[in-house]
Structure formats: C-alpha cells, structure tokens
C-alpha cells in the first residue's frame, strides 16, 4: 500500500519545534560549553569580577553562584549548571565556579564519543563509575587534624575561601573573626542563620568587627524616643509578638448607642486596654522591651517616664537572635509573665555606627549567636564583602562537621587525575575511554589557576604531572599563584574541607549525566510570549465543554434552536 498520501497524524500543536538525536546532544553540550566561558576567568586568587546589570540595579561580584543567578539563561539544558551551582552554594558555600568548570569540562571532553556514535548510556555509566572511584579516593587520602591544630585548621580553610575574594587582603583579620561567629554557635545544630551579618556604610574595612551577642539597626521610634536610657547594665529583657498602640475601628465599624454618655465609656474602654497592657509590662521587671509588631508613640512615652528601653517592629530574624543569646521567650500576650520568661544580658547600649544608630546586647549568658559589623566605603564593595564572608562561613561549618581537609590549588585534582588514569588502565572496554576522559577533565582547575594568574599553563601541568608521577610526597603539589609556580599547598595553609571536593565531583557528574541522557527538546515558541499561558486558559475556560469537544456547545446540541441569551437571575 503507497504510504505517501495517508494523512499525517499531528499530536503537537502548530508551531512546536522538536530537535533530537546527536545532535541534540552536541547542541547542549556546546550550550553548557558557553555558560562555563562566562564564569572561567572569575576561578582562583587572580580571578576577575564581572560587572552584571539588570536595567535597574548593577552587581559586581566574581563569586560563581551569584554570576550564574543573575545571568538571564535561556536554554533549557544549560539552567542546569545554575542548579548545580547553587546547590553548591547551599550545601558548602564555595566551589560554585569550580562545579561549573568541571562540568562543562566533562561535557567538553565526552563530546567527541558522541560525536563517533558512542551510546550516551555506555558514557554515563564510565563517568559516574570515575566519580564513585574519585570520592573514595579523596575520603582515603583526606586529613583529619584534631585538638589544638584544629583551630589553625579551620582558620586557614576559611582564609583559603577568602584567598579569591575582594577581602583576600584583610583575610588575616576576618578569618580569626569568622570561626569565632561559627564556634559561638550551638554545635549540635550549627545554624549559621544565627550569624547576623550587618553592613555599615563608611569608615574603613579594618573597621569591621564581631560582636559576641547581637546588634541591629534602631527601629522606627515615635516622640519620647530619646527620653529612654540607652545605656543599662544587667538589664532584664521581654520579647512580644504582641502590639503595643490604639487600634483604630476597623472600616464601615458601626456602634450603636442610646446615651451620649456611654461614648465616652466606649473610649475609656480603648485606653484602658492599652494602659492594661503596658501596666503588664511594666510589672513583669523588665527594663528591655522588644517587639515584632509596633509600639505606638503613646508606649514609647510610658516606657520612657519610667526608665524602660522598648523598640517595635524588629526584624524577626534579629528578635530570634536575641532570644537564642538571651534566653528570654517571645510572648504572644502580656498576661503571665514571669521572670523565667525574661532574659537577660550583661551589657545593653546603642551607640552610633557611620551615620546609623545600632542597639548592641552583649555579654549574653547563653551566647550562641553572634555579629559581624561590616564597613566599607560602597554599597557594591559591601555586598561583595558579605557574599565572601557568608562563603567562609559556610566553609568552616562544613569542616566543623567533617573535620577533614584536602590541599587546594589543583593538587587533589591532580592527584585524582593520576589515580583514574591507573585505574583505566585496569578496565577493557570503552569504559577505559570514558574514565580516561573524566580525568582529563579533573585537570581544568590548575589549568585555568595557572591561565588567570597569568603563568603558562602548559609548564605549570607539565611540571605538576611531573611531581604527582614521581616525587613520593608529591600527592599535595599544586599551583602556587603568588609565586608563579608550583608548591606544597597543604605546606602552605591552602586548604579546603573535604566535603567541598566531594559535593563537586558528585554534582558535576550527576549534571552532565543528566544532559547527555537528554536526546529530544520539545518546545513550542507560543509558549514563550508573555502572557500566552493565560490567553489559552482564558480561551479554554471560555469554551463550553462541548464546543471544546469540536461540537458547538449547547446551541450546537440543540440545533440553534430555543436558545437565547441568558442574562440575570431569570434569563430575561
């Protein structure tokens, strides 16, 4: 039966673009190819910034999983390296460049066995394979420093993670600083949401500081503000989520009385509610109040005539943070207070930080919080100054947990390199290519080191195959940018917590596994105007069910006849 006139069957709508096959494939490897371009000179302590504008806010940063957020990726498979990158970023904090490079690196080099007609799976199976070998490798040779070194330990990790940043300078100042916010924490949880990070315009960086406690920003204040103490010491503190101010009737609030005179017991009865509650106050012994919600002007003059510091409407996360150093409760009401619900604090007092007024709590009994005041002369050299230490921060949490640390500047790269291609050596197959091929790309970090530094990345790998191969101790040789050359990084305090290599490897692999098992894109360009989902629902739902069928909705079930309009209640 001739085949060529039977109609064709069309399951997609009009307009719909499918691609599959190799070259699919090829096309979202040189996709992700590209994404890796963008973010591959911002690797290492000479890496550069990148300047990125939206039209409405400009941010400059060479931090990887900040670039990769702002940047306006269209194509389905290459947002799957932003992923990747800040789920690095949540997990460890740094190495979200790094994930990156390795990913698009692996990609690069298996694109060629795509290209020869290689099966996608056979090379999915070789490179997961190398990424299991990998991190047992790293769990095997990892160092674990214990004790006394255990501080320098963690000191160096998180100087290691400042060593790319715009801070690299002042690492000697908030390396020190850092841990202690990370120690003064609850080690059984470790939340470095209590780590308050509070940036102060001007002044100079030296400036910044850690505060054993907490501080804030001065809340919105009312008349009387300035009448209150602002400087108490072993105060007792009240937490509320409780407003302290006259509420208003509520809109169209309709009072119906029969007596001029019980309008006056109607407003007597407001204020009574109010003077109630701060009555309550009062009496609980606090000489701090605080509070998520406002205090009105008329709390703020009552708290003041007798020598009380109140503040409404403070941030929930910083009204957390005084509860966790504090030990005080927040209440939801002001009846039943006692003194086990307070909390208390050696020192109280709020002084003046550039040309803002900031509430400082120190000296805290139960202190598993703390602050780091920042300064700095622009906003945009600040926010990169918090990206960096909120970095540094994430980094000494992981090795808190792992306490196992491998020597950075491309050695445990290099030394996984030469570790996968013994073991290929092992394996008959095509696997052997695959594995191979994984380590190659292993050797894209002291590559583009050596190539942002400005050193000649060809010596410096010739140099470091060499060391790896043949010295005994040259398992921790690595790429020594300051002096434009190799050395022993581990030797040099550049360290970096185990689990930061192994969340890599892991999530590099697992992302190009996921694009090369891609070989069909299915994807329609109505889809993509602005506002083209909700016109098709619009239309759908202006359809009735039969007419959506291919019928002509009631009208066309009754043939058009005895139908009106139907308008109103009764069809009239």
Same mark, same amino acid.
């Given at each position: 039966m001739n085949t060529a006139f039977q109609p064709q069957i069309i399951l997609l709508r009009e307009g719909t673009d499918t691609s599959q096959g190799k070259a699919q494939i090829v096309s979202n490897i040189n996709a992700c190819m590209a994404v890796a371009e963008t973010v591959r000179t911002t690797l290492g302590p000479r890496g550069m910034d990148k300047l990125m504008n939206d039209g409405r806010r400009t941010t400059i940063s060479n931090d990887g999983a900040t670039i990769m957020r702002l940047l306006d990726i269209v194509h389905p498979a290459a947002k799957t390296l932003v992923d990747i990158s800040m789920a690095q970023d949540a997990e460890v904090g740094d190495g979200t460049t790094s994930v990156v490079l390795l990913a698009a690196e692996i990609l690069k080099e298996v694109k060629d066995f795509i290209e020869d007609g290689l099966h996608a799976r056979v090379i999915i199976k070789g490179l997961r394979d190398a990424s299991v070998r990998a991190c047992n490798e790293i769990e095997r040779i990892a160092v674990r420093r214990d004790g006394d070194e255990f501080r320098s330990l963690l000191e160096k990790c998180a100087g290691t993670a400042l060593n790319s940043k715009l801070i690299a300078r002042q690492k000697s100042l908030f390396a020190p600083m850092i841990v202690d916010a990370v120690m003064s924490l609850d080690q059984s949880m470790c939340d470095i949401k209590l780590v308050g990070i509070k940036k102060i315009q001007g002044g100079s960086v030296t400036e910044s500081h850690l505060v054993n406690g907490v501080a804030f920003k001065k809340t919105f204040a009312y008349a009387g503000f300035e009448q209150q103490p602002k400087h108490l010491t072993n105060p007792k503190i009240l937490l509320l989520n409780v407003e302290l101010e006259l509420k208003s009737e509520k809109e169209n609030a309709e009072v119906r009385i029969t007596d001029p005179d019980q309008y006056q017991s109607i407003v007597d009865a407001e204020w009574s509610i109010i003077y109630d509650k701060l009555d309550c106050c009062v009496k609980s012994g606090a000489n701090i109040v605080l509070s998520r919600l406002p205090i009105g002007d008329l709390g703020t003059q009552y708290f003041a005539d007798r020598g009380i510091f109140c503040a409404g409407r403070v941030a929930h996360d910083d009204l957390d943070r005084v509860s966790k150093a504090t030990g005080a409760m927040v209440q939801t009401s002001v009846n039943g207070i006692t003194t086990e619900h307070l909390g208390e604090c050696a020192l109280f007092e709020e002084k003046g930080l550039g040309d803002e007024r900031y509430n400082f709590f120190t000296g805290c009994p139960k202190a598993k919080t703390a602050t780091i005041i920042l300064r700095g002369g622009g906003e945009q050299f600040l926010e990169e100054t918090e990206r960096s230490v909120h970095d540094a921060v994430m980094i000494v949490k992981r090795t808190l947990a792992s306490k196992s640390i491998v020597a950075g500047g491309g050695a445990i790269e290099l030394e996984l390199s030469k570790s996968l291609r013994e073991y290929s050596r092992t394996i008959v197959g095509k696997?052997?290519?695959?594995?191979?091929? %994984?380590?190659?790309?292993?050797?894209?970090?002291?590559?583009?080191?050596? $190539? &942002?530094? !400005?050193? $000649?990345?060809?010596?410096?790998? *010739?140099?470091?195959?060499?060391?790896?191969?043949?010295? /005994?101790? @040259?398992?921790?040789?690595?790429? $020594?940018?300051? &002096?434009?050359?190799?050395? &022993?990084?581990? $030797?040099?305090?550049?360290?970096?917590?185990?689990? *930061?290599?192994? *969340?890599?490897? +892991?999530?590099?692999?697992?992302?190009?596994?996921?694009?090369?098992?891609?070989?069909?894109?299915?994807? *329609?360009? #109505?889809?993509?105007? #602005?506002? /083209? !989902?909700? #016109?098709? #629902?619009?239309?759908?739902? @202006?359809?009735?069910?039969?007419? /959506?069928? @291919?019928? !002509?909705?009631? +009208?066309?079930?009754?043939?058009?006849?005895?139908?009106?309009? %139907?308008? !109103?209640?009764?069809?009239?």
């Open positions: 696997q052997q290519l695959v594995v191979q091929a %994984f380590a190659r790309a292993l050797e894209v970090i002291p590559r583009q080191l050596a $190539d &942002n530094g !400005g050193i $000649d990345s060809t010596d410096v790998m *010739n140099l470091l195959r060499k060391e790896h191969a043949t010295s /005994a101790d @040259g398992m921790w040789i690595g790429v $020594d940018v300051l &002096n434009e050359g190799i050395c &022993n990084t581990l $030797d040099a305090g550049v360290w970096e917590p185990a689990a *930061n290599k192994l *969340n890599s490897i +892991a999530s590099a692999t697992e992302a190009a596994c996921c694009i090369l098992s891609i070989d069909e894109t299915v994807r *329609n360009p #109505q889809s993509e105007k #602005q506002g /083209a !989902g909700m #016109q098709q #629902q619009a239309g759908r739902r @202006g359809k009735m069910v039969s007419e /959506a069928m @291919g019928g !002509g909705g009631m +009208a066309g079930m009754m043939g058009k006849k005895g139908v009106n309009k %139907f308008r !109103g209640r009764g069809g009239a």
